[in-house]
Nanobody, 118 residues
Framework: VQLQASGRGLVQAGGSLRLSCAAP???????????MGWYRQPPGAQRELVAA???????DYADSVNGRFTISRDNSQKKVYLQMNSLKPEDTAVYYC??????????WGQGTLVTVSS
């Protein structure tokens, strides 16, 4: 069972892109209690947390994206979004969405490639 991410693309530096991620039906009824996050894995590097939003809508960002990226969630649509502005070549990575409950249930998306050209 996976989250379904979409929004992959090739953009020029300075451009914008919006990623979205839909929860699997198995957690539709309890989506609101899941903490959601976006991670990324640049080529040749480890996966890192980019942005997170809790069930209470508290947000947190990696220093490298703070002020450029915005995470949001729509509990009615069972989706989480990542708005990425002022993109840089170093933002090039495979982006993964993540859902985690307080009891340890966890789901990952399949990954979506974002390429930023200079």
């Amino acid at each position: 069972v996976q989250l379904q991410a979409s929004g992959r693309g090739l953009v020029q530096a300075g451009g914008s892109l919006r990623l979205s991620c839909a929860a699997p039906r198995t957690i539709f009824s309890v989506f609101r209690v899941y903490d959601m996050g976006w991670y990324r894995q640049p080529p040749g590097a480890q996966r890192e947390l980019v942005a997170a939003i809790t069930s209470g809508r508290n947000t947190d960002y990696a220093d490298s994206v703070n002020g450029r990226f915005t995470i949001s969630r729509d509990n009615s649509q069972k989706k989480v979004y990542l708005q990425m502005n002022s993109l840089k070549p170093e933002d090039t990575a495979v982006y993964y969405c993540n859902a985690k409950s307080s009891r340890g249930d966890e789901y990952w998306g399949q990954g979506t490639l974002v390429t930023v050209s200079s």
